[in-house]
């Protein structure tokens, strides 16, 4: 899901307890109205931030958590400093506890097994098994279809 957000950055100093909010895996365009230099992330392991050019930014919300973005410009003077919440998506979460387990599932409207790291290490590296399983065969299907690509244009 990819969000777009048109920042003012007189607005954002005015309202010094503004936070930006995204959920974890999701991206939001952030749209600068001044050029912006350097953006620095204050824990790049909960947010990410990619500058796509001088007035837009891709946020992502990587582990849910609370951290901050600066943006400076090219004279290396502040022009933002505001807050990142990162959380879970609510919508469609469903959390089973069995004992001392937590397994996460996502219901929309059929339930699948979600990551999320409070899970248990079972659990959270079966899914990513499956998941790596699953790209090397879609890979292999890419290459197979690229080598009879190429076998019909040397006939």
């Given at each position: 899901?990819?969000?777009?957000?048109?920042l003012s950055l007189t607005q954002l100093?005015?309202?010094?307890?503004?936070?930006?909010?995204?959920?974890?895996?999701?991206?939001?365009?952030?749209?600068?109205?001044?050029?912006?230099?350097?953006?620095?992330?204050?824990n790049p392991g909960i947010a990410d931030?990619?500058?796509?050019?001088?007035?837009?930014?891709?946020?992502?919300?990587?582990?849910?958590?609370?951290?901050?973005?600066?943006?400076?410009?090219?004279?290396?003077?502040?022009?933002?400093?505001?807050?990142?919440?990162?959380?879970?998506?609510?919508?469609?979460?469903?959390?089973?506890?069995?004992?001392?387990?937590?397994?996460?599932?996502?219901?929309?409207?059929?339930?699948?097994?979600?990551?999320?790291?409070?899970?248990?290490?079972?659990?959270?590296?079966?899914?990513?098994?499956?998941?790596?399983?699953?790209?090397?065969?879609?890979?292999?299907?890419?290459?197979?279809?690229?080598?009879?690509?190429?076998?019909?244009?040397?006939?």
């Amino acid at each position: 899901m990819i969000m777009c957000i048109s920042l003012s950055l007189t607005q954002l100093h005015a309202e010094t307890t503004k936070i930006l909010h995204v959920s974890i895996d999701e991206a939001k365009i952030l749209r600068l109205d001044q050029q912006a230099s350097s953006v620095i992330i204050g824990n790049p392991g909960i947010a990410d931030i990619s500058v796509y050019d001088d007035s837009t930014l891709v946020l992502t919300g990587k582990s849910y958590g609370l951290t901050n973005m600066i943006i400076l410009d090219e004279d290396g003077k502040q022009l933002l400093r505001t807050d990142i919440s990162v959380r879970q998506r609510d919508m469609g979460a469903i959390t089973i506890y069995n004992a001392d387990k937590k397994y996460s599932y996502r219901c929309m409207p059929r339930c699948e097994p979600e990551m999320n790291i409070s899970d248990v290490p079972e659990a959270y590296s079966n899914l990513l098994s499956g998941i790596k399983s699953r790209d090397n065969v879609a890979s292999n299907v890419r290459t197979n279809d690229q080598s009879s690509e190429d076998d019909k244009t040397n006939k």
